[in-house]
C-alpha cells in the first residue's frame, strides 16, 4: 500500500484508528508498528516519530479507550432511564467491553502501557471518576478506608468479573441455555439482583 498524504496533525489520529482497528480484528498480538503504520497507509517509520515506540502508542490508544469509556459511563449516569445509576453503570460499563473488547483488554490486561504518560494518566483517573460517582464515593474518600469504599471495590469486582466472563466466552454456555434468549444485558441484570437485590 502507498503513502498517503496526510495533513499535519492528522497523522496521529489516523495512526491511532488503524492500530484500534488490528487489535478489534487481530488482538494485541498483531500490534506492531510497521502492521500500524501498513494499515494506515503510511511510512513505517511515522509511528516511531509520533509515539516513541510500541509502548508509548498503545498507551496513547488506551487513553483514548478510557476517554471513550468514562463518557460512555457518564452518559448512562445522567440518562439511567428506568434503572438506578449503579445500574446503569453496570450495564454501560458490560455494553463498553462486548462493543470493543480488545481495546477493553488493552486497558486493562496489557503491562505495555506507561501510566506515567500525562495522556493515560488523566484518561484513566477520568474513567475512575466515573466509577465512583455511581456508587457515590468521592474522590477524596478513596484514600481512606471504610465501608463505602469496600462496597465500591465489590460492585466493581462484580462488573468487571461478568465483562471479562463475557469477553472470554465462559458465559456463552450459560447464555445458550433456555430462557436466556442470549441475552447478556438480562444475565447482568440477574446476576445485580443476586448481588444486591432487586433493583427499585
Known amino acids: ?13 489516523a495512526l491511532l484508528r488503524a492500530a484500534e482497528d488490528i487489535l478489534e480484528r487481530e488482538g494485541l498480538a498483531g500490534l506492531t508498528l510497521r502492521a500500524i ?3 494506515a497507509g503510511v511510512s513505517h517509520m511515522a509511528p516511531a516519530h509520533h509515539f516513541g ?4 502508542l498503545l498507551s496513547e490508544l488506551a487513553a483514548h479507550g478510557y476517554r471513550l469509556f468514562g463518557e460512555r459511563l457518564r452518559q448512562a449516569q445522567d440518562n439511567p432511564a428506568e ?23 488493552l486497558m486493562f490486561r496489557s503491562e505495555r502501557l506507561d501510566f ?15 466509577l465512583m460517582r ?8 478513596v484514600t481512606q478506608s471504610g465501608p463505602a469504599v469496600a462496597r465500591m471495590v465489590f460492585d466493581w469486582s462484580v462488573v468487571h468479573g461478568f465483562a ?13 441455555m433456555p430462557g436466556q434468549q442470549r441475552d447478556p444485558a438480562r444475565l447482568l441484570d ?4 443476586a448481588a444486591f437485590g432487586p433493583s427499585t
Do not use: C
Request: no cysteine; net charge positive.
Open 1 to 13: 500500500m502507498s503513502a498517503k498524504p496526510y495533513h499535519h496533525g492528522d497523522l496521529a489520529p
Open 37 to 39: 503504520a501498513r494499515r
Open 53 to 56: 515506540d510500541l509502548s508509548g
Open 83 to 105: 434503572r438506578s445509576v449503579a445500574r446503569a453503570t453496570a450495564q454501560a460499563y458490560v455494553a463498553f467491553a462486548r462493543e470493543k473488547p480488545g481495546l477493553f483488554l
Open 116 to 130: 506515567e504518560r500525562p495522556a493515560l494518566a488523566e484518561a484513566a483517573s477520568g474513567a475512575a471518576q466515573a
Open 134 to 141: 455511581s456508587a457515590g464515593v468521592s474522590p477524596a474518600a
Open 164 to 176: 471479562m466472563l463475557l469477553i472470554d466466552g465462559r458465559l456463552n454456555p450459560l447464555l445458550a
Open 190 to 193: 440477574d446476576a445485580l439482583n
